[in-house]
């Protein structure tokens, strides 16, 4: 199983930034998809989340009304659109996987883990 990340790199605050996490190796339909972030020095904190089917999502109160999550199980592709970015989003920002049915808002419900990709918003 491979969940690969992108789409990070530098905004402006009030800006945004759309993240991407291709799947591979897994029925990306029957996973239950979420974004997590860590900042420098911060434990790895629940952003976004969303069912297998997509009927679904969760977010944190912290990005609620400016982040929103989205997939595509035809294209095994999970997205994060961020906007009206803020400082406090800078991140590396990580998608995970689980079989588990519903929204997972813990890291530790999440089997499958990608590499991170990083955020940075400048004020």
């Known amino acids: 199983v491979q969940l690969q990340a992108s789409g990070g790199g530098l905004a402006q605050a009030g800006g945004s930034l759309r993240l991407s996490c291709a799947a591979s190796?897994?029925?990306?339909?029957?996973?239950?998809m979420g974004w997590f972030r860590q900042a420098p020095g911060k434990e790895r904190e629940f952003v976004a989340s969303?069912?297998?089917?997509?009927?679904?999502?969760a977010y944190a109160e912290s990005v609620k009304g400016r982040f929103a999550i989205s997939r595509d199980n035809a294209e095994n592709t999970v997205w994060l659109q961020m906007n009206s970015a803020k400082p406090g989003d800078t991140a590396v920002y990580y998608c995970a996987a689980d079989r588990t049915i519903g929204v997972l808002t813990r890291a530790r419900s999440y089997f499958y883990w990608g590499q991170g990709t990083l955020v940075t918003v400048s004020s």
């Open positions: 190796g897994l029925t990306f339909s029957r996973y239950t």
């Open positions: 969303i069912s297998a089917s997509g009927s679904s999502t």
